[in-house]
């Protein structure tokens, strides 16, 4: 583990990835500190998803260097052992919450502590409840994924991540999929979790929230980080003509 605050916990120098032919990521500088948090925005189809993916090994890449958490991720998937540490210390929530449907909210939270960190039951078990307690859903810990709304099961999404006591949570749209009104609940719970000092990267069409959480926000347009700020002046003073006609269609 790397343990110095000021080390990035992610460090990607040039980075580049083709889906064959498709060049998604070009030469993507990001190094990201303890504590920050980053959201990135763009348009459908501009790699956001694939950039994060890259973070936590769920994509390889081809050319350059990535370092997550002091562990070196090699191009073409070459690095199992960091891989698994890598996944054992990012937590992911996803657009489509991704739980899964034949357990119930307890059980999926408990299920990677004790397989993955060997956890004993009643270690797993207590932290589960402080968690559901935490986003709000002590209530529903004995029923399967599909017996609760939407917002419900992302916030269980975000539970089950935060039990396995992440350094680094990745979001990818994780309100997209939802009805309007639970938006809000999961946005909430982020929040908090930002507040606490989380380190995170949050792809997200939410840009009100972007702004309130964001110590930084990155604007990609063609797999190219083509601007970056704090929000403040990435969202009222973008300089680049891309950003700006990005946000005038989205704000
Ligand atoms: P975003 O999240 O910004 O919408 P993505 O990272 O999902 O963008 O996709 C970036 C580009 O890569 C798109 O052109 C998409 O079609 C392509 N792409 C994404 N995943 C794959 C894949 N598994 N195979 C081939 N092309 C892909
Ligand atoms: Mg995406």
Redesign the pocket.
């Known amino acids: 583990m790397n343990d110095d605050a000021t080390q990035p916990i992610v460090r990607m120098q040039a980075l580049n990835k083709h ?2 032919n ?1 060049h ?1 990521l070009k030469d993507i500088d990001l190094e990201i500190v303890p504590g920050e948090v980053v959201v990135v925005i ?1 348009a ?8 994060i993916r890259c973070i936590n090994g769920l994509e390889e890449y081809q050319l350059g260097k990535l370092e997550v958490d002091g562990s070196q991720l090699l191009p073409f998937g070459k690095s199992n052992r960091a891989l698994q540490r890598i996944r054992t210390e990012v937590g992911m929530v996803f657009q489509q919450f991704n739980l899964f449907p034949h357990l119930s909210v307890v059980d999926n939270i408990t299920l990677a502590p004790m397989k993955v960190r060997g956890w004993s039951r009643a270690d797993a078990l207590e932290t589960a409840n402080r968690l559901l307690e935490r986003v709000g859903i002590t209530d529903q810990a004995h029923k399967y994924p599909a017996q609760l709304s939407g917002g419900q099961q992302q916030r269980v999404a975000l539970a089950r991540a935060l039990a396995m006591e992440p350094r680094l949570m990745l979001f990818d749209e994780p309100t997209s999929a939802l009805d309007p009104e639970m938006i809000g609940e999961v946005l909430d719970a982020m929040r908090e979790l930002a507040k606490e000092g989380m380190t995170m990267v949050i ?1 997200t069409h939410e840009m009100g929230f972007a702004r309130e959480v964001a110590d930084r926000v990155i604007f ?1 347009h063609q797999g190219e980080i083509t601007e970056q700020g704090e929000p403040e002046s990435l969202f009222d003073n973008p300089q680049h003509e891309r950003t700006q006609s990005f946000l005038s269609r989205v704000l």
Request: proline share 0%.
């Open positions: 889906f064959g498709l998604v763009g459908s189809g501009s790699g956001k998803s694939t950039l792809v990609i």
